[in-house]
Nanobody, 123 residues
Framework: VQLQAFGGGLVQTGGSLRLSCAAS????????MGWFRQAPGKEREFVAG????????DYADSVKGRFTISRDNAKNTVYLQMNSLKFEDTAVYYC?????????????????WGQGTLVTVSS
């Protein structure tokens, strides 16, 4: 599956953005999906994950209550709604697909990665 993340941009602290991850070549309905981010000088970290049907989600503690992951298998797209953005949310955001049944929470769980989209939160 080929993935492309988009929707990043510059936003002020407290603002919102919605990222999208569009898939091609294969349906995402058979993949648990995830969002990760990588800030300058830091490791890529898990942000959110969702199972195949969308019935189960998981979040990093740093984004719980602010970010929401969702998916529309009919549109072959996964979303990340980000609210109450903080300066420390600034990073390149990546979407990823995992082979298997359960959603994953670590980078090594995921098999296919898209190009990232940059989110910059101004303080």
């Amino acid at each position: 599956v080929q993935l492309q993340a988009f929707g990043g941009g510059l936003v002020q602290t407290g603002g919102s953005l919605r990222l999208s991850c569009a898939a091609s070549r294969r349906s995402i309905s058979t993949y648990p999906m995830g969002w990760f981010r990588q800030a300058p000088g830091k490791e890529r970290e898990f942000v959110a994950g969702i199972n195949r049907s969308g019935s189960r989600t998981d979040y990093a503690d740093s984004v719980k209550g602010r970010f929401t992951i969702s998916r529309d298998n009919a549109k072959n797209t996964v979303y990340l709604q980000m609210n109450s953005l903080k300066f420390e949310d600034t990073a390149v955001y990546y979407c990823a697909a995992k082979i298997g049944w359960e959603l994953g929470t670590t980078r090594s769980d995921y098999d296919c990665w898209g190009q990232g989209t940059l989110v910059t939160v101004s303080s």
